[in-house]
């Protein structure tokens, strides 16, 4: 994959020139670089690092994401790579696990998939310079270009500049460019932390269930003390597995835990057959922080749309962040696809760049507030206790329980389960 080539936008001096800008080339960048390429737009993506490069993600893909890579056209059979899973198998107060597969519906399809990020984000790059878009790696944008408050262009930390109408700052939770146009994050908003490791696994690679554990203890299960947070154990399928837990706080308060330690801790007392050794762990243990709730706002202004995780879209029912992005990555493109058709700069094509942000809040605002008040809840460990004890053993509970979390439900058609959820996330106050 080249940095630059001659096709790329046209240079100005030393300023390239686009019609769009996408700074982040991770799902939410690589995904808006598709769409917008494919509807006619120059592109150019700004990528601080070189692909391949990793990012600490469990690798997990319900259908909710699924259903994006198919929209994009992407080859998602075992054949290419992926590795298939049929629902999620849960750990919690007793011995045996409960299993829910995913939902049969007409809007997602009935499987999920995981593929190291590593490998996942180099093929949505490629995909994106398929398209036409202009991949400039080893590019860290360092500053916002200002025409008076709008932002008209961005600077690399090596000098070189970018210019175009409109910009995407794909950039993850840090957001540089958010923070350059003075967009903080909410702290009042749930913030998530995950840690990560791999291990060459051959008993637990193939698995066709992804597991999630939501008691965690520090020796023998049920004789020794609890862990905060939940694991998970997610299988690749070519010989290693993606092993991690993660913890959600209300508000983004700083915890000062060790979660390195804590993650080390679990994998001491699993089962040695799975072996999760010191000898079969693959590299370190990674930590990434998990932004929820639209906690940077506004997702549109003065020429700037966030995308993914600089504008706090992850869940926070599940700590899933990858579909959101790819999701507001289309409707990003959408509307500035509709602003150049009525004339960047004019009044008109502003309005259609505003509608970006008001379809976000129409589309998750509910649910997300929703998900905040899930939050408040379970970070409580004797409510957390009382739903694990009594909640999991409870099909129809659970089946309710799991659509919810998963975001997987048919909003126009569906069983009285979806009708229910659609009906609390449209009467929910949006995030």
Not at 303 to 324: A, H, K, Q, T
């Amino acid at each position: 994959m080249t940095q630059e080539d001659s096709a790329a936008p046209v240079r100005s001096g030393d300023a390239v020139e686009a019609d769009v800008i996408v700074v982040g080339a991770g799902p939410a960048g690589s995904t808006a670089a598709t769409w917008l390429a494919r509807r006619g737009l120059d592109v150019a993506l700004l990528e601080k690092a070189r692909f391949p490069r990793d990012k600490v993600c469990g690798d997990g893909l319900t259908p909710r994401a699924t259903k994006q890579l198919v929209r994009l056209g992407v080859d998602v059979s075992e054949a290419a790579g992926w590795k298939h899973n049929v629902g999620l198998r849960t750990y919690g107060a007793r011995r045996e696990p409960f299993h829910f597969p995913w939902p049969e519906l007409e809007s997602f399809p009935n499987y999920g998939l995981t593929r190291p990020r590593a490998d996942f984000d180099h093929l949505l790059a490629r995909l994106a310079t398929d398209a036409g878009a202009h991949l400039y790696e080893d590019t860290t944008v360092s500053e916002p270009i200002l025409a008076g408050e709008r932002i008209v262009g961005v600077r690399a930390k090596d000098g070189r500049t970018f210019r175009a109408r409109v910009t995407l700052a794909c950039d993850g939770n840090s957001s540089r460019l958010a923070l350059g146009m003075g967009l903080e994050k909410n702290r009042k908003r749930p913030m998530g932390v995950a840690v990560r490791t791999y291990y060459r696994s051959e008993a637990r690679t193939h698995d066709a269930w992804m597991e999630s554990h939501l008691q965690l203890w520090d020796g023998e299960p049920g004789r020794s003390h609890l862990l905060p947070g939940y694991g998970w154990v997610f299988a690749l399928g070519d010989g290693t597995v993606n092993v991690g837990m993660g913890t959600v706080s209300s508000t983004a308060s700083s915890q000062k835990v060790n979660f390195r330690d804590l993650l080390n801790t679990w994998v001491r007392n699993t089962p040695p057959e799975w072996g999760f050794t010191p000898e079969n762990q693959i590299g370190g243990v990674g930590s990434a922080a998990l932004p929820m709730s639209f906690n940077r706002k506004p997702a549109y202004g003065r020429g700037l749309l966030l995308v993914g995780d600089s504008g706090g879209m992850v869940s926070p029912f599940n700590g899933e962040g990858i579909p959101y992005a790819m999701e507001a990555a289309e409707m990003a493109a959408d509307a500035v696809a509709d602003a150049r058709s009525r004339g960047f700069g004019t009044p008109a094509a502003e309005r259609a760049l505003e509608g970006y942000a008001s379809r976000l809040s129409a589309e998750w605002g509910g649910y997300y507030r929703l998900g905040q008040v899930f939050v408040s809840l379970i970070e409580r460990p004797e409510v957390m206790a009382l739903c694990t004890r009594y909640g999991l053993p409870r099909p129809t509970l659970m089946k309710f329980t799991m659509k919810m979390l998963a975001h997987l439900y048919d909003t126009d058609d569906g069983d009285w389960m979806d009708k229910m959820l659609t009906s609390l996330s449209r009467m929910a106050p949006s995030a």
